[in-house]
């Protein structure tokens, strides 16, 4: 069957085009709800040192079990929470939800990176919301991290560059994510206060056989080291990945290799271990 563009031609007529519509509207529907029914959960996965292989940190990252559809992937029911402005909500529940977790750690010097979407940037008291998480969970403000996707700095105005700078100004960190992606521009790099670049997964997949992708990770390290910034490879899975990234200097390494994210109660219980061994947590 074929349908008219409205003279610009016609395309393929695609019947689940509309069911998809109309499941995505459904999905939008039923976001607010899950909140107050409890559908969404944080897990939880390790970032590691390179140089002595330690967790020094978790990030949380949001789950959502819907009661008919089951597990909805992030990557799509965190874009239409972010249509509907749901992610207002939803982003707060995580930030309070994380801060509350990382502050019953055994180890207080591990820290907690939250995501944190654009339209949490510009539609809510961010601040005020960051402010009332360190308060109500006591946890200390050197240990949250708040990653922002690079494509968030796009629409970056004079207010949110001020919400990241009072942001910082309270002692959080900011970080980068998935940098080289997106309409990356350097320029982001001087105009707002960054403390880590997350090299994304697409730069560290080939390695190290890519001799492309060892360049460009080795130029994004040396980026970093020169701005005095953190830099931090996700998607690490193989040992020859892990060989490559340490020889090239990236300081932090998330992925597979290290651990998957696992829940609160898997979490703990590994920290604990470690805390009861006199260690710090090794995957
Ligand atoms: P992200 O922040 O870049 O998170 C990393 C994603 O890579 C996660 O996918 C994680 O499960 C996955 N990952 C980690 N290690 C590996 C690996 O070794 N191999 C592979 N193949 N994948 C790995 P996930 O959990 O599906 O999340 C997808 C995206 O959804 C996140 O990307 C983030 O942008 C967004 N997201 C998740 N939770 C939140 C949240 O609470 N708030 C906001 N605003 N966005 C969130
Ligand atoms: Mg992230
Ligand atoms: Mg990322
Ligand atoms: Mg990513």
Redesign the pocket.
Known sequence: RMKETGGAGYILYDPSMDERKAERAALMGDLRGGLEREEFR??Y?PFVSAASGAIVGF????RWTHPVHGNV???EF?ALAEETGT?VAL?EW?LRTACRFAATWPDRSLSIA????TV?IRHSNLVEVVKQALAESGLEVSRLEL?I?ETAFLAATCESREVLDKLVELGVRLVL??FGTGYSSLSYLRQFPLDKL?ID?SFTADLPGSQTDVSIVRTIVELGRHLGMTTIA????SPAQGDCLRRIGCEEF????FG??ASAAQTLDLLEKASRQGSSAIV
């Open positions: 944080l897990d996965q990030e949380a990252l949001m992937p992030p990557s965190i992610i982003g995580g939250v995501n944190v979407s949490q990653e996707t994510d998935d997350k997964r996700e998607g690490v899975e998330q992925g597979y290799l998957r994210p």
